[in-house]
């Protein structure tokens, strides 16, 4: 795709989003293991081109569930680092007062469905909302963001199923890291390229580079136009690879499991680097301006942290509240 056709501001804004995701989550990582962050936490470092790239193609009332590494696709989405810094640390200001943590924060006025712990269970939940916007009528889609692994369970299937029988506006983003905790993806998957498997379900399958934010944004902007003219859903196989383990503070139990000339491979190919350079190129981006934008997200996820640090704890007796429908 053409950088400069989009425009600086929208080049820019996707530049910010990426550093964002980016600075979040290496800061979240640190505060774990300053035992500052309660629970598990994943992180996506190295994948930010994938949530930033679909999430500018969407509009606020689009619909997403994403997984147990959903943090970029909060932001993406909208997210404010300070309420998700707060959930995450457990304090009754974050966005599910504390009760929802990294794996199963949710906001409604967002249209984020939840994330999910259980790999492929936002799956049909996306397709419930997609399948909703149908009967409304209101021209939403929805967005199921899934990995690899995920990919083979049955939740996708059955799901993939559905939605290329009714036709629903569904986008099925496959965010392809090359492993399932510490399997790779050659060893638990019987096909190369996930998005072959579109075919059974009639729907289109596309690959793409999943740290060329823009290759996702435009691929992403056909399925939401495709899904929006009532021609059905899109499976989109974005391949990338994740930096980190599968878990912050694996290292401790698992050891390594990845050739180290992969993983050093796989961060040559930063998808902020990538950006950054591309932007350049247009001439009409200068380095002063991604620097700025670099230190403006550093002050936003610092003052996100002493946000989260001095909240309250949710007292005991609201442990029941907000659990049960009225
Ligand atoms: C139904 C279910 N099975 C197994 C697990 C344990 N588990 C958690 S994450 C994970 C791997 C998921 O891999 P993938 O879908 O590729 O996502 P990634 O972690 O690479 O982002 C597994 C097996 C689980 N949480 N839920
Ligand atoms: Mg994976």
Redesign the pocket.
Known sequence: MDAAALGKEHLLSMYRMMVTIRRFEETLRDLFFQGQVPGFV?V?IGEEAVPTGVCAALTDKDYLTT???GHGHMLAKGGKPKLMMAELFGKRTGYCKGKGGSMHIVSYDLGILGAN?????GIPIAAGAALASTFRGNDAVAVAF??????N?GTFHETANLAGLWKLPLLLVC?N?G???FTPTSESTAVRDIAVRAQGYDMPGVIVDGNDVLAVYEATSAAVARAKRGEGPTLIEAKTY?WEG?VVGEQAFIGEYRPTDEVEAAKQRCPIVLFGKKMLATGFVEQAELDRIASEVQQEITAAVEFAQTSPLPEAQEALDDLFAE
């Open positions: 994943h996506s997984t147990h590494r712990g259980i790999v492929g269970g899934f990995g690899d692994g995920a990919s369970e965010q890291n492993y399932a905790e994740r599968h």
